[in-house]
């Protein structure tokens, strides 16, 4: 088998984790109330539990941005594959809070493993396409959302319980572990930088706000999205139908990414992508109903190229953090995250038990703490508007011949 064939192979198999990844958040997001239901937890504890899950990610990605150079992207997909199968095992067996917890922990360190391996692998075989084919390779994320939005959906209408809607993620997990272990990986040249170099080069200033956006991008995406049953539950509108429609648009525009960025530069699409995020969330806050939809698509559209753009501005703007600066931005990401959500989840009772001491209809409780919520979420976009004109202004005065992330856009 030739090096191009491996090379297709192997971004197939990437693909396919990573729609195991993507699955696990969707699905959970769909549960989440279920899970109260059913073990008498609050959202708090929820958050804990969904917590978990973001911080076995970075925990995966600090770990195999260190391991990558020595141990390469295959040993790191093995151990994603063994901790997704263990992970979603113990969580369908699962009979209360610490059972969730540590199940959900070993879910979001399979996640973060596929990650650590796979992206830089893709920077690596695709050296002359890299955001391009990193845009691709994250269709897959929003791809999976939808899948798994549309069967939690679909199962929750069925009342066919949320233990069968976590198996569903065991088909693309066996299927990319089969891959994995009946696939030679191409050979590929040693990286040009050790891990000590990759190292040192994270302290520079600007990569180090790279990672301080990364924060706020990857709360104001995922920290959404994993709330929307909670937040949009009573709103009139179907939550689960309006995540597959957000990440539906985001796997559309990240194909299609490559002319996009070209276009307007990436720190250009990162403007683009905080002004559309603040108005949809401004405008999930304020309406109800069908009209809810068009806030999704707002929003869908301000999200869509954040991870994959922060990833591409890492490889070209600061190319010698190697493969360690790439999954520790990642895993920087999903850290927030994780210390985002059980205050997020706080934010939802305490909104909740305020609106009940006005004596609203049950109903009109769940809408107002929704709102309540969302207007919280607020203002991470509207940081992130600030920081990203800020960054615009710093790259237009840098000299155009320096890791002009355009000329990888083809």
């Known amino acids: 088998m030739n090096q191009d064939t491996l090379i297709k192979k192997v971004f ?49 990605t600090m770990f195999g941005g260190f391991l990558y150079n020595a141990f390469g992207a295959k040993k790191l997909i093995a151990a994603a594959f063994f901790c997704h199968l ?20 070993l879910i979001g360190f399979a996640n973060g493993a596929v990650e650590a391996g796979c992206n830089p692998l893709i920077a690596e075989t695709y050296k002359d396409n890299k955001t391009t084919m990193l845009n691709k390779f994250h269709v897959w994320f929003p791809g999976g959302i939808v899948i798994g939005a549309l069967i939690s ?10 233990q069968l809607q976590v198996a569903t993620i065991l088909v693309p997990a066996l299927i990319y572990g089969y891959m994995l272990f009946t696939s030679e990986f191409p050979k590929l040249d040693e990286q040009a930088h050790s891990t000590s170099h990759n190292l040192k080069n ?46 539906g648009i985001m796997a559309v525009g990240r194909y299609y990414a490559g002319p996009i960025v070209h276009r307007l530069n990436p720190s250009g699409v990162l403007v683009f992508s905080a002004v559309f995020s603040t108005l949809g969330i401004y405008l999930m806050s304020i309406v109800s109903g069908p009209l809810l939809y068009a806030a ?34 990642g895993g920087a990401g999903m850290f927030a995250v994780s210390m985002w959500n059980p205050v ?33 979420l607020l203002v991470f976009p509207v940081v992130l508007t600030v920081t990203f004109v800020g960054l615009y202004w710093y790259l237009s005065k840098r000299a155009p011949n320096k890791h002009d992330l355009q000329r990888e856009v083809h």
């Open 86 to 105: 263990g992970g979603l095992l113990l969580t369908i067996s699962a009979e209360g809070f610490w059972g969730l917890l540590i199940s959900t922990f």
């Open 344 to 376: 997020i989840g706080g934010w939802i009772d305490e909104a909740t038990a305020s609106a009940k001491s006005l004596n609203l209809p049950e109903n009109e409780v769940q809408i107002a703490a929704g709102q309540a919520v969302l207007e919280n």
């Open 202 to 247: 994270l302290f520079s200033p600007l990569y180090l706000f790279l990672v301080i956006c990364m924060t706020l991008t990857a709360t104001t995406e995922l920290g959404t999205q994993q709330w929307i049953q909670g937040i949009l539950g009573a709103s009139g509108a179907s939550p689960m139908l309006i995540l597959a429609l957000i990440t």
């Open 296 to 329: 999704a698509i707002c929003f869908a559209l301000g999200v869509t190229y954040f991870w994959p753009t922060m990833l591409g501005c890492v490889s070209e703007y600061t190319p010698n953090t190697g493969a360690l600066g790439l999954s520790m931005i």
């Open 12 to 60: 197939i198999l990437s693909c396919v984790a990573l729609t195991a990844t993507s699955m696990t958040f969707a699905i959970r997001a769909g549960i989440l109330v279920e899970l109260g239901q059913t073990y008498g937890l609050s959202a708090t504890q929820l958050g804990w539990i969904n917590a978990m899950a973001f911080l076995g990610f970075p925990l995966a």
């Open 153 to 162: 959906n679909w199962f929750t209408s069925m009342s066919l319980g949320w």
